[in-house]
């Protein structure tokens, strides 16, 4: 239970981490790459370590992934300062639909009805955020849709 408490407070301290920094750092990239060295600091460079049968497709999907995580990033820090940090943070998290209608189309998963319910509910959500006409907040809702695919598909 304590790992799932300190998941969420550190996915949460991400984007209020990033919306911090926005006024106080030049180079939001730097940002970044201060959250990757945190991390390759974290796991240690023998984690990252790819080797016997396979090592190959489990280092190329490990760079797709990788490449997919970081532009999510650069996004995130797009939608934090155009759309603020609560809306950008709802479409990062809802990317989770992604990868659960990938499994549905493609590997024949058969979700249950409350499954089916939020996931209806989720897309309606998407479709009201960007209907709203006068809503003033949200200035790149282009990037959130990017977003939410980016995000999920990592």
Same mark, same amino acid.
């Given at each position: 239970?304590?790992?799932?408490?300190?998941?969420?407070?550190?996915?949460?301290?991400?984007?209020?981490?990033?919306?911090?920094?926005?006024?106080?750092?030049?180079?939001?990239?730097?940002?970044?790459?201060?959250?990757? $060295?945190?991390?390759?600091?974290?796991?240690?460079?023998?984690?990252?370590?790819?080797?016997?049968?396979?090592?190959?497709?489990?280092?190329?999907?490990?760079? $797709?992934?990788?490449?997919?995580?970081?532009?999510?990033?650069?996004?995130?820090?797009?939608?934090?300062?155009?759309?603020?940090?609560?809306?950008?943070?709802?479409?990062?998290?809802? #990317?989770?639909?992604?990868?659960? $209608?990938?499994?549905?189309?493609?590997?024949?998963?058969?979700?249950?009805?409350?499954?089916?319910?939020?996931?209806?509910?989720?897309? #309606?959500?998407?479709?009201?955020?960007?209907?709203?006409?006068?809503?003033?907040?949200?200035?790149?809702?282009? #990037?959130?849709?990017?977003?939410?695919?980016?995000?999920?598909? #990592?």
């Amino acid at each position: 239970m304590i790992y799932l408490l300190l998941a969420i407070v550190s996915s949460s301290l991400v984007s209020i981490m990033m919306r911090l920094s926005e006024g106080r750092v030049k180079n939001n990239l730097s940002v970044l790459a201060v959250n990757y $060295a945190v991390c390759i600091l974290y796991t240690g460079l023998r984690g990252m370590a790819v080797q016997g049968e396979g090592a190959g497709v489990a280092a190329g999907l490990g760079a $797709a992934n990788g490449f997919l995580y970081l532009t999510a990033f650069i996004l995130m820090q797009m939608n934090v300062r155009k759309n603020g940090v609560v809306l950008s943070t709802v479409f990062m998290k809802l #990317g989770v639909m992604v990868p659960a $209608a990938t499994a549905i189309l493609f590997f024949g998963e058969r979700p249950a009805a409350v499954q089916v319910c939020g996931f209806v509910i989720a897309l #309606g959500a998407i479709v009201l955020i960007h209907l709203e006409k006068d809503q003033t907040d949200v200035t790149f809702k282009g #990037g959130l849709i990017l977003l939410l695919i980016m995000g999920g598909s #990592g």
